[in-house]
């Protein structure tokens, strides 16, 4: 059973910092693309980050890039997101979702369609 779990959400001051995890399990994360997708009220769902397992490259949104780092931790099939210099807009329900291993470079994670796998979500707010 592919189950996907979000932790490390919270409330944070403007410019501050935090990591979320995605724990899996039922699955190798080597066989697997890795997305993060972000949703505000009222907003679509949209894609901020993936982490490919066929090279292990990383792609980000213009709207987080320089700003949030994907990495993954293959020995506790974890794959992480450490956000820095965080801004209100920025908050919303984070959610991690797993699809096919070649989907992150073709440029197909930017829309959720594409995973087939999704965790429950994480709450990030920032706000003063």
């Known amino acids: 059973q592919l189950q996907l779990v979000e932790s490390g959400g919270g409330l944070v001051q403007p410019g501050g910092s935090l990591r979320l995890s995605c724990a899996a399990s039922?699955?190798?994360?080597?066989?697997?693309?890795i997305g993060w997708f972000r949703q505000a009220p009222g907003k679509e769902r949209e894609g901020v980050s993936c982490l490919s397992s066929s090279d292990g490259s990383t792609y980000y949104a213009d709207s987080v890039k320089d700003r949030f780092t994907i990495s993954r931790d293959n020995a506790k099939n974890t794959v992480y997101l450490e956000m820095n210099t965080l801004k209100p807009e920025d908050t919303g329900v984070y959610y991690c979702?797993?699809?096919?291993?070649?989907?992150?470079?073709?440029?197909?994670?930017?829309?959720?369609?594409?995973?087939?796998?999704w965790g429950q979500g994480t709450q990030v707010t920032v706000s003063s």
């Open positions: 979702a797993a699809g096919p291993r070649l989907l992150c470079w073709n440029g197909r994670w930017r829309a959720p369609s594409g995973f087939g796998s």
């Open positions: 039922g699955f190798t994360l080597d066989y697997t693309a």
